[in-house]
């Protein structure tokens, strides 16, 4: 004898479409925008890790072979021609020819720092571009979400009180319906906060790095090549500094010999010595 077919399972009448259905306006509004703000975090995530990613890989460049060209003319064209490190020099040469322009005297040591210095602060200015939206996303999201998800259980309670039934399954499933807009709010959010802490500490580690670099340009135009960072070589033993390289004693911190008084000179024998 043939078992009857099973009867079809009987399909979820709440779910995401449903909640945009029976909350209208305010909840395609409200889900629109958490798309948008979604789409933009990710967009700016990958586009600046991109852009942090070349600053690194300059750097590299720069610590490899920029420092054995015999000057930054030379050196600079080593340099990719819209990289940071590349306007960091072109902005110190061109500091250095219009220093020799000025009418009033400016000390070049000042002049040069704050060109620099301007133009560090220009090229930190670029790589925060974008992290404020994801600040503003990762702040907002869960309160339009928490909008979306209030308007519709005002939806779901005036529905439930036209018709007259309070059972729970009538309440439940509209306001359990209501809730998924608190959810896609949070999934918007915790991506944003993850992506602004992440790029904000990469951005600290590049900016360390081209303060460093651009010591290094003032120092080496302030003594027109002299100084340079050390390239290469093993470290001294223990971190510490040779006698040859380390700063002069200053006069009287050093140890005493037999014979010797504190300010350098012989000690006269007492009356003991001459017994």
Do not use: C
């Not at 009857?4 to 395609?28: C, F, H, K, T, V």
């Not at 920029?66 to 960091?88: C, G, V």
């Not at 003032?218 to 960072?229: L, Q, T």
């Not at 500094?241 to 504190?262: D, I, M």
């Amino acid at each position: 004898m043939a078992t009857p077919a099973a009867a079809p399972a009987a399909e979820n009448p709440y779910g995401l479409m449903q909640a945009l259905q029976d909350g209208g306006i305010i909840a395609w509004t409200t889900f629109v925008i958490l798309v948008i703000m979604s789409i933009g975090t990710f967009y700016i995530l990958f586009t600046k890790l991109m852009q942090q990613q070349k600053i690194i890989s300059q750097g590299n460049k720069v610590r490899a072979s920029f420092w054995n060209s015999p000057n930054l003319s030379e050196a600079a064209t080593k340099l990719e021609a819209k990289s940071a490190y590349r306007s960091i020099v072109d902005d110190a040469l061109l500091a250095q020819d219009q220093h020799g322009k000025l009418t009033d005297p400016v000390d070049q040591h000042d002049w040069m720092g704050n060109s620099l210095a301007r133009s560090q602060g220009a090229i930190g200015a670029r790589l925060g571009e974008g992290l404020a939206f994801l600040a503003t996303v990762g702040s907002t999201a869960p309160f339009i979400g928490l909008f979306g998800t209030v308007i519709g259980i005002y939806r779901a309670l005036i529905k439930i009180g036209a018709s007259g039934q309070a059972s729970i399954d009538a309440v439940a499933g509209p306001v359990g319906e209501a809730l998924i807009m608190t959810a896609l709010g949070l999934v918007v959010a915790v991506p944003a906060v993850l992506a602004y802490n992440w790029l904000i500490r990469r951005n600290k580690s590049i900016m360390e790095d081209l303060a460093a670099f651009t010591n290094d340009i003032h120092g080496y135009i302030m003594s027109n090549g002299a100084v340079k960072p050390r390239l290469g070589g093993p470290a001294p033993k223990g971190g510490a500094q040779t006698r040859s390289a380390a700063a002069p004693t200053p006069r009287g911190s050093e140890p005493l010999r037999p014979g010797q008084t504190a300010t350098g000179a012989q000690a006269t024998s007492t009356t003991a010595d001459r017994v």
